[in-house]
């Protein structure tokens, strides 16, 4: 488990909700990277060249229709019809003995690098402690009812108000999956007793969003994320002041482009079952914005291409349910018919089937354009907070990051040094000095207790080259380089992350002294 950082604290909308955080910058790894003042607002710009999509297709019985084609699908992009370029089928099913063994994040991207995955996180930010136990109960029954090995890779998770506890890494075991469950102490939710904690509600969920997506971004395969809890409360946006309310936008903004780019459909499962369903905002099934309006966990579900289930007496069905969708999906891919130059945010899609029996779910659109925001107290993101942002996740993080493969190894004779191999594949590369390639990455290497609590902390940019005549991008050859940092007696684990600044994928693997000592760890 780890706790939030400042820079989390400072990033994520502490801002009207509650009282406005000044812009200072508190952690090691965010004055490394301080620049001038007056550096421009961080600005995303994206010009779409294809659009894919994840969708799932049932009949009106609630059952998944296989054997599809092209021509059985029509896509709309802010109304306008828009050409299919490819649909890939879903996943083939294999018997479940057919299935290799995965026992963590590194030998799935080794012997499944394409496997859908699900990840199963306990919400114990926003649930009633009655209701935790109802969830925690309705998950060991799915697991019960599944084979000694599971159809998918799965990831068990739970998050508080401090902390991301990996419960267990991706397996296809359910006696682990049940051991790590019976292992786990609920955190007990006392800031649900009254509504003076919403802001950190909003802070710590979106965090953890945020974290899911940046650690899964490097496996190609689809997500199912199932969120079993309330989610965070209902939240009217237009209370806020503007800049308040534009920097609300900039993180639901980031947070919806992180779960699309790395491929998680969220599903929320509130175990209360006494919730409604969100309605369609609009008639034609078009919106211009899902977020415009009331703000509500079950919105951010539908918008990913997820989807929000309620009922207390077959929870345990519903977990089912995700896990089947995200072995059934299609996949589609087409251009926009309109150049994305323009300054519009949001783009509205749907999908509809010519079989009128049928329903496809997918996200409802994408950003586009995430606009800068004005300097502001409450939220001020340039370029290098948004770097240290996304370092500060990671650092403090104890999920494998898979976007830059590496392997860490200890040097036994120096304790104070380790070895880092990183895959050069992950890396951008770019003509240096003549017959040479080089590539610029940020190293952060993090020791911890046992409590999780950081002791020391190394931070440097680094140019990495290769070689004599080098081809012009190198093979998935390893690239080496060494990282220090003092290994006191009270040191349990060591956290590396690895970022590529050219295409800003992310690395990170944790070292267990006495545990990885002998040998090595890998993503």
């Known amino acids: 488990m780890h706790k939030r950082s400042p820079v989390l604290s400072f990033l994520l909308f502490s801002i009207a909700l509650a009282n406005p955080l000044s812009a200072q910058q508190t952690d090691p790894a965010s004055r490394s990277t301080q620049t001038d003042a007056g550096a421009n607002a961080y600005t995303l710009q994206l010009n779409v060249q294809a659009v894919v999509l994840d969708i799932v297709v049932t009949n009106s019985k609630g059952e998944v229709v296989p054997n599809l084609r092209k021509d059985d699908f029509q896509v709309f992009e802010d109304k306008v019809p828009q050409v299919v370029q490819s649909l890939d089928p879903p996943p083939p099913t294999r018997p479940v003995s057919a299935n290799p063994s995965i026992d963590s994040t590194a030998e799935l991207d080794r012997v499944e690098?394409?496997?859908?995955?699900?990840?199963?996180?306990?919400?114990?930010?926003?649930?009633?402690?009655?209701?935790?136990?109802?969830?925690?109960?309705?998950?060991?029954?799915?697991?019960?009812?599944?084979?000694?090995?599971?159809?998918?890779?799965?990831?068990l998770g739970a998050v508080d108000m401090q902390h991301f506890t990996l419960l267990h890494d991706y397996t296809t075991s359910k006696q682990e999956l049940l051991d790590a469950l019976e292992?786990?102490?609920?955190?007990?939710?006392?800031?649900?007793?009254?509504?003076?904690?919403?802001?950190?509600?909003?802070?710590?969920?979106?965090?953890?969003?945020?974290?899911?997506?940046?650690?899964?971004?490097?496996?190609?395969?689809?997500?199912?994320?199932?969120?079993?809890?309330?989610?965070?409360?209902?939240?009217?946006?237009?209370?806020?002041?503007?800049?308040?309310?534009?920097?609300?936008?900039?993180?639901?903004?980031?947070?919806?482009?992180?779960?699309?780019?790395?491929?998680?459909?969220?599903?929320?499962?509130?175990?209360?079952?006494?919730?409604?369903?969100?309605?369609?905002?609009?008639?034609?099934?078009?919106?211009?914005?899902?977020?415009?309006?009331?703000?509500?966990?079950?919105?951010?579900?539908?918008?990913?291409?997820?989807?929000?289930?309620?009922?207390?007496?077959?929870?345990?069905?519903?977990?089912?349910?995700?896990?089947?969708?995200?072995?059934?999906?299609?996949?589609?891919?087409?251009?926009?018919?309109?150049?994305?130059?323009?300054?519009?945010?949001?783009?509205?899609?749907?999908?509809?089937?010519?079989?009128?029996?049928?329903?496809?779910?997918?996200?409802?659109?994408?950003?586009?354009?995430?606009?800068?925001?004005?300097?502001?107290?409450?939220?001020?993101?340039?370029?290098?907070?948004?770097?240290?942002?996304?370092?500060?996740?990671?650092?403090?993080?104890?999920?494998?990051?898979?976007?830059?493969?590496?392997?860490?190894?200890?040097?036994?004779?120096?304790?104070?040094?380790?070895?880092?191999?990183?895959?050069?594949?992950?890396?951008?590369?770019?003509?240096?000095?003549p017959h040479k390639l080089i590539t610029k990455i940020t190293v952060v290497v993090t020791s911890f207790d046992k409590k999780g609590t950081p002791i020391d902390r190394n931070f440097k940019v680094s140019t990495l080259q290769v070689g004599e005549g080098a081809p012009s991008t190198p093979d998935s050859s390893m690239v080496d380089l060494f990282a220090t940092i003092p290994v006191k007696s009270s040191v349990e684990r060591v956290r590396f992350v690895v970022r590529s600044d050219a295409n800003q994928k992310l690395g990170a693997v944790n070292f267990v002294l006495g545990k990885n000592s002998a040998g090595d760890v890998s993503n």
């Not at 114990?124 to 090995?149: C, M, V």
């Not at 409360?233 to 237009?238: H, I, K, L, R």
């Open 113 to 155: 690098p394409k496997a859908p995955v699900t990840l199963i996180v306990l919400d114990e930010i926003n649930t009633r402690f009655e209701d935790e136990a109802f969830a925690r109960y309705s998950l060991k029954k799915f697991l019960d009812n599944q084979g000694d090995k599971l159809q998918q890779p799965t990831l």
């Open 183 to 433: 292992h786990h102490f609920v955190a007990y939710p006392y800031h649900m007793e009254g509504a003076s904690w919403k802001a950190e509600q909003f802070n710590a969920s979106f965090a953890a969003l945020i974290e899911i997506a940046e650690a899964t971004a490097g496996h190609p395969g689809h997500k199912s994320l199932l969120w079993v809890g309330r989610g965070f409360p209902p939240f009217d946006p237009t209370t806020l002041t503007p800049q308040a309310n534009d920097g609300l936008k900039q993180v639901i903004e980031a947070c919806t482009n992180a779960l699309r780019d790395a491929r998680v459909a969220l599903y929320t499962l509130d175990p209360a079952g006494v919730s409604m369903e969100p309605p369609d905002v609009t008639s034609d099934g078009f919106i211009d914005d899902p977020f415009a309006g009331m703000l509500d966990f079950n919105i951010m579900a539908k918008a990913t291409g997820g989807h929000a289930f309620f009922g207390r007496n077959d929870v345990d069905k519903l977990i089912a349910t995700t896990s089947r969708d995200g072995a059934n999906f299609y996949t589609l891919s087409y251009t926009p018919a309109i150049s994305r130059t323009d300054t519009q945010t949001y783009h509205s899609i749907r999908v509809v089937m010519r079989n009128p029996d049928f329903h496809a779910e997918t996200r409802e659109g994408y950003y586009s354009h995430i606009a800068p925001v004005a300097a502001a107290p409450v939220l001020s993101v340039k370029q290098p907070n948004r770097q240290v942002f996304d370092l500060a996740v990671a650092a403090q993080s104890v999920l494998v990051y898979d976007g830059v493969h590496m392997t860490v190894t200890h040097d036994t004779e120096n304790p104070d040094q380790f070895k880092i191999n990183l895959h050069s594949a992950d890396l951008v590369w770019q003509p240096g000095a």
